[in-house]
Structures are given as C-alpha cells and as structure tokens.
C-alpha cells in the first residue's frame, strides 16, 4: 500500500507470536527505517549493503512492523515497559484491493447531464464514471456506450420528460440564460417540438407541457406560450420582448436564450439528460478495499464490465479498478523474522512477495519467486540476530529498542537455561541489559511472572499462546509450550488443557498434538499428548514409558532443539 509516495515492507513473524517474534520485527523495523533516515541525509547507501535488499529503492520506503496473531500477556508486559506500541495486525499478507493501484475519480452527481459525463471521462481519461449520492454512496454506473445509447434515443421526443430533466441540466449543456422561471424546474411531462412550420401548423401541433425549440419570431413564442408550453428555447442568441416575458411568466413558462442554431440546439439538448435516466443501477458488482485480490480475480474476469468501483468500510465510493489493474499490480512485500515455514507463517505468505528472512531456526517450507536475502543463524533468538545487525551497521541501539530485544534473548532462552542459548545470545542480552539499564535476573522474574498466570486465562489463550505445527516426511502435527515458574500453577492446568487438545484435535483433524508444560526452574517438561500414535512416537523418541496422556522429561526446555528433532526422526520412520 503507497502511503504519501511510500512503499510499506512489513516485517512480520509467526502465527501465534510470541515475545521474540513480536520484538524483533519491531526492532528490525527501527534499525531500517533508521539507515534510510541515514541514507536521505545523505549516507553512503554502499555502507549499509548487509540490511538493504537488492534493487530497493530505500528512500521511498517505509518498514512497518506487522503481526500475525494476538499478543499474549508476557509481550505486552515487555511492549508496556519499553514505550513501544503493538505492530500491525495482519489477519493475512494477500494483497488486498487497498494496495492495488486505484484510480481514484470523485463520483458524479445523478442530475449531471450526459454532456457533463462525457467531458469527465475525457479529462480523466476513462470509460466508465460512479454515480453517487450527497453522502458519497453508490447509486450506479455510466458508461460511454451508455452516452452513446443516450443519441440512438433521438427519435423519442419525450425522452427529456421521461428522464425529469432539470431545466439548469438544458442551461449548461445550450450556454442558455435563463430569462424567465426557476432553473431547479424539471421536465416532467411534454414532449420536444422544433418550430420551423407556419404559424397554422405550430398551433396545432404545441400542447401542453411541451418544450419548443424556437427561433426570434414573435408569433411562434407567443403561440408556445398561449398554447401552455413549459418551457420555450430561443435560439440565435435572440432575446424575448417584454411582453412576452410577462406572459410566460403568467403562464408558468420558461425561457431560455441560446447563442447556439436551431439545428446545433435540437442535435445537442439530449445531452442535457441526468445521467440516471441512463445509469447502470441494477446488479452493481461493487468490491471493498479490504477485498482480496484473489478472490474477487474470478469475478472481474467473467464479468464483461471494463471498470469496477470500490467502496470503503462505510459503503461510500472511493474509486474504480479495472482487468488492466491486476495486470500491473504489486503484491505485497514482506521480512520474514523468526520463522521461514509456510505452517507458520500468516495466511496468503504464497501470495507475498517475501523480500527477506531472519531465523534461527531450521530451513523450512517458504517458497520466494526470486533469489532474497536469508540470515540463518544456530543461535537461541532472532533478537539476538537482529542485535548484531545493528552493531555491524554502527547503527545506535536505543534504550527501549535494547529493553525489547534483551527481553526476547530473555524468554526464548528461558533466562539462558535453554539448551538452545549460545554464549552469542548471553552476551547480547548482557550487553543490552547494560544499555536498557536492566537487571537481568529481576526483569526476567518479573516477566515470567507477568506472562504466566495461567489460572487467568482462558484455555484458548494458554494453549494458543505460542503453538506451532509441523510436517515430518508426510504426517503433520502440532506443538504448543508454555512456561511457568510456578511447578503448581502447571500442574493445576494440566486437565484442562488435555481435554481442549482433544478438541482442537477434533476440529482440525490433526494426526497428534503435544503440550509443553515447561517449568522454568526446575529446567523440566511435562509433555501432553493426545492423538492416535502419539505415545508410541513419545515412547520411541525418548525410550521413556509415558503414562496415558502425559510423560516428565527431565532436562527437556527447548521445543526446537529437544522435542521436534527427536520427533521429526520418529515419524520419518
């Protein structure tokens, strides 16, 4: 989406985001917004080659920080903290209509005349033109082969009254002057009558309530008039007398003077017609700027409309698309951080053009349609990485920026008890403690205190907290954790969350799911499971006898170097 000559990247981690996900897209976000800050005052672009991705163009782009799921209590306790406010929700990353290019043309009021309609879509250079109301709503369409339309009604000479066609609609279209009645009068009856016979043959032929194209013959006006005429056009830039001003006056009629010919005037007052005689009003296909792309593709390709309009949330017109539109778009463009698997990325990745990916974890599943760039490191957390970054660019890390990503390192390693924590992440977290001006072990207590309270929540939000699935050879499954330093507090939720895993098991038909009840201190697991094979699979990867739905695995912390290595192996058996 262009926003004030803009391209947004969103940077976004996993579904299900937990403390990591969430902080390092914030602070990746930061470091390059900082660096094109650098570059438009006038930086070498050439020094900051590692973050850049080829071809960008950095000046006339924006990273915003995006999620892909809820925020769960431990991250907003860390987002509070350090002043730092929630990325931007994304339900999906398919490209929506709002990042198309919309051409975004006011909508025309349905008493514009057809002539009015034609010179806007001359200036704006299109064939079809919205139709709305005094607040913005759509009432139809108009197109050229309608205006067109419009001049095969010629031989209809009642077609100005059918279509109530205001008298102000025949001023503009003639460069008449209104000599006599009120020009917000409209054409309700009568029909059009060119007065070019002798005075014999015109009386008989005006009735009442007609329009009469005439020249500056005063018997001809005065027999329109006697003959109760609603309206009278003099043409040749003629004016009436006074007399029979005042008698179209008595009569209620109007007058209307015309520089144009009679010829010139009968050819061309049909184009003082309003547009919603002639408009497209019944089964509009209108699309919403939240509309997906992809979804709304099959429509406009079956359809034989060239245009179609686009309302916002409110239903108020804002612009059209057209087939062409989706010849030339962009998708959107997206950084991938903590994640690189299709499973866990948000909905519609497929549809994403991925720019970039920062992991630590294990080369997944996402495919990208060019070569991008992918910093994979063995380290405990993406934040980690991320910190790195700053440092080999010579970027300034600030305080709160150090108070987030120090926070990650904290809760992906477990205060460095994961067996996934590298001296790298230690000395990170130490280095940006020193910054954040945080005490290491009283923060992460604190944290850990504020992200548990798992007697608060619901067993949605316990087991959806940070759940991953996965794919070994050709059988999925799924792997939720949550981490307490209470041992109590996870027992005392053991059944309730065994009892909800059978049932997301049931509603989506996944083969197995596990739970980690991971207590921190005691640097142990209580592994839940339910599923079919599940416990075999436990029983062979651990050498372990589990009890019917649950096994202690002392040692066991780490989903992504203790659990999903020794499951993967099993189930490609």
């Not at 803009?6 to 981690?13: A, V």
């Not at 931007?88 to 006011?106: E, F, L, S």
């Not at 609603?230 to 109007?254: H, M, N, P, Q, Y």
């Amino acid at each position: 989406m262009e926003v004030k000559g803009q391209k947004e990247i969103y940077i976004i981690g996993h579904k299900n985001p937990d403390t990591d996900s969430i902080c390092s897209a914030i602070a990746y976000a930061a470091l390059k917004n900082e660096i094109r800050e650098k570059i438009h005052q006038g930086g070498s672009v050439e020094s900051y080659q590692d973050v850049l991705i080829d071809g960008e163009n950095i000046e006339s782009t924006v990273y915003v920080p995006a999620r892909a799921g809820q925020i769960n209590t431990e991250t907003n306790y860390v987002l509070k903290k350090f002043h730092q406010k929630a990325p931007t929700y994304m339900i999906a990353i398919r490209t929506q209509v709002a990042d198309i290019n919309i051409r975004r043309n006011k909508g025309i009021s349905a008493d514009a005349s057809l002539k009015t309609a034609w010179e806007t879509m001359r200036l704006k250079e299109t064939s079809t033109l919205a139709v709305t109301d005094s607040r913005g709503k759509l009432k139809g369409l108009i197109t050229i082969s309608d205006i067109a339309g419009a001049y095969m009604s010629v031989l209809n000479n009642q077609i100005l009254a059918e279509a109530c066609t205001p008298i102000e609609n025949i001023l503009e279209t003639l460069k008449g002057e209104l000599i006599v009645g009120d020009s917000k009068k409209r054409l309700t009856k009568g029909k059009l009558v060119v007065s070019t016979a002798n005075l014999e043959v015109i009386d008989e032929f005006i009735k009442k309530d007609d329009l009469v194209i005439l020249g500056n013959r005063y018997e001809a006006q005065l027999s329109a008039i006697e003959n109760q005429a609603s309206c009278i056009i003099i043409c040749d830039g003629a004016k009436a007398s006074r007399t029979i001003c005042k008698l179209a006056e008595e009569k209620d009629c109007v007058i209307i003077c015309t520089p144009y010919d009679t010829y010139t005037v009968t050819r061309s007052i049909n184009q003082s017609i309003p547009v919603s005689y002639f408009m497209i009003k019944d089964g509009l296909i209108a699309f919403a700027e939240e509309d997906y792309v992809a979804d709304i593709k099959p429509t406009m390709m079956n359809k034989r409309h060239r245009d179609f309009p686009i309302v916002d949330k409110n239903d108020k017109y804002i612009g059209m698309i057209s087939r062409r539109t989706l010849i030339d778009m962009h998708t959107k463009q997206v950084i991938l951080v903590d994640h690189n698997e299709v499973s866990q990325a948000a909905d519609g990745v497929d549809e994403a053009e991925v720019m970039e990916i920062i992991d630590h974890h294990k080369l997944g599943t996402v495919e990208t349609i060019r070569p991008v760039k992918v910093r994979n490191e063995p380290v405990g957390c993406t934040a980690t990485i991320i910190y790195e970054m700053y440092m080999e660019n010579q970027i300034e890390v600030s305080k709160d920026i150090a108070g987030i990503l120090c926070a990650a390192i904290l809760s992906d390693t477990l205060m460095f008890r994961s067996p996934t924590c590298t001296p790298v992440d230690k000395m990170a977290a130490e280095q940006l403690a020193d910054i954040a001006g945080l005490d290491i072990e009283n923060f992460a207590m604190k944290m850990f205190e504020e992200g548990s309270q798992l007697q608060k929540k619901t067993d949605s939000e316990i087991f959806f907290q940070d759940y991953k699935k996965f794919v070994a050879g050709d059988i999925p499954y799924a792997v939720g954790q949550i981490t307490s330093m209470n041992h109590n507090e996870l027992l005392e939720i053991q059944e309730r969350l065994l009892a909800y895993m059978e049932t997301v098991r049931n509603e989506t038909e996944m083969p197995m799911i596990f739970f980690m009840l991971t207590d921190i201190l005691q640097e142990s697991t209580r592994l839940l499971f339910v599923g079919n094979e599940a416990k075999i699979h436990i029983e062979n990867g651990f050498q372990v006898v589990p009890e019917e739905h649950y096994v202690d695995l002392k040692g066991v912390v780490s989903r992504k170097k203790q659990l999903i290595p020794k499951l993967t192996a099993v189930l490609q058996q």
